[in-house]
């Protein structure tokens, strides 16, 4: 039974699909109680999920965040610990881009003080004036999912549309008709900047008293995207005198924005409390696509919205590598227990038939694999990485460089920080079976499954009699064995499928015949 705690409202059409599968439990509310037992967290904005809780949450393995930013998540306590961290962006864009026109349109025909005039049996005077947003610039500071579709938006308003997003190319701005510029150039020139970045150390304080500056005394400045992007101060003291028109903001530094100076600036500002991804559609379609990738991350292992997974982790090219993902992360376990120790550095070569992406990824489980023969089950594809850097172990992935290089081989490359190396090879057989090929340079043909013996040897006749005499003497039933060597007379190895695990008496025996050089059990 998967345990999911729902601590914060989310709407009910996306929890029922998630209550009517039998394999889960909910319960909801903001009580904390029993946060050991469960296995998924979901969350909107209010719940901080703060690095105790998360800690607290022993067998945590998935927090959905319904919703887009994820800063009320400590993502570095959830990826230490392996947990995966799932947003849906982009399940609420059309409402926030909807949220901005409300607010731009409110901001440009002075629809508060209008609203306020009449209800006060007052009429109109001249402070209610407006002004058009047909032919005026609009300045979009990112160009994501939401900045797109406030541009889609704006160009039926017959604005023109100037971006500044260093991670988009200028065609892809192109194509929708938007001039990609430099965030001086368009901060100089728009008669509405509009912010639509996540926040993080480039962006946060990015709209401060340096960049209001460079602004149009007429401008008008709207901020949908995260509080902490603006200098609060900084833009109060810039609407006071004059240096900007006025501003329309949906989130704040700290919400609610209480002693904030935005509230003292009357109705040259206007502020809603966070409300730009709050329509009910938009809270249908994030409840229902948040519960559909809880459900398929338990069921099927399948990853959607992975925030804390590396961009290479998307669900095609899971599906593509499918079996390679196994073979990479067997050859890791191997290695790490073929050669135990203080890894330096883990080197993974395929053929072109990779693209470097999945390279990538297969790096990825190879490490997993690999760190598991040291920390178990607490390493998986999401902390990976970050405990390989802990551990300062080098990663780097290549191409096979000679066409004789099979295409359909992963190779895996292992340097201890005393100067041993190991290396396997392994394959995928047309029947879906994973092979190990190469240990070293010696060629073989092993399943790498269950507990496997490799017994380093040197070829010569007689050796596979003594260990099979041995192992025999302590009742131990071989399942399997294969041979593999270069040169005849030369360094062989032996690689035998047990039914059991040995002991170290037995393996220190084994060690100890004539012609072993080296013995090495191996769990899979
Ligand atoms: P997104 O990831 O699709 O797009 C963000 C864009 O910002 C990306 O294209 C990225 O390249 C760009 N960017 C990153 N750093 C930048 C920088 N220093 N300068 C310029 N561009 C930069 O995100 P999105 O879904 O479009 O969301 C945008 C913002 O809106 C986020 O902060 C999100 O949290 C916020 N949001 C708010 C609400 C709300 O209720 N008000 C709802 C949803 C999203």
Known sequence: MVRILVSDPIDADGINTIKANPKFSVVEGAQQNGLDKIDAWLVRSETKLTKDKIQAAKNLKL????????DNIDLDAATERGILVINVPGANAIAVAEHVFALLL???RRIPPADKAVKNSLWRDKTLMGSELYGKTLGLVGFGRVGKEVARRAAAFHMTIKTFDPFISE??????????????????????????????????????????????????????????????????????KGAIAGAALDVYAKEPPKGSPLLALGDRVILTPHLGATTREAQKRVAKELSQNVIDFFERGLVRGGVNLPPEFEPEILERLGRYLALAERLGRFLGQLMPGVWHRLKLN????????????LLHAALRGLLSCAMGNAVNMVNAAFHAKERHIQTRTEYLSSASDPIEEISIHLRASDGHAAQLSGRIEGDGELRIVRIGELFIDVVPQGTLIAIDNLDKPGMIGKV???????????????????????????VLTLDNKIDARVIDQLTRLNGVTKVSQISL
């Open 468 to 494: 099979g005499t041995l192992l025999g003497n302590h009742k131990i039933n071989i399942a399997d064995m294969r041979v593999g060597r270069k040169h005849r007379g030369k360094e062989a190895i032996m």
């Open 106 to 108: 409110s901001l440009m």
């Open 171 to 240: 065609q892809n701005a192109s194509a929708m008709g938007v001039l990609s510029l430099p965030l001086e150039e368009v901060l100089k020139t728009s008669d509405i900047i509009s912010v639509h970045v996540p926040l993080t150390e480039s962006t946060r304080g990015l709209i401060s008293r340096k960049t209001l500056s460079l602004m149009k005394p007429s401008a008008v400045f709207i901020n949908t995207s995260r509080g902490e992007i603006v200098v609060e101060e900084d833009l109060a003291a810039a609407v006071l």
């Open 63 to 70: 927090i959905g965040r319904a919703g887009t930013g994820v």
């Open 350 to 361: 395929t053929a072109k038939k990779f693209s470097e992406r999945d390279q990538k990824v």
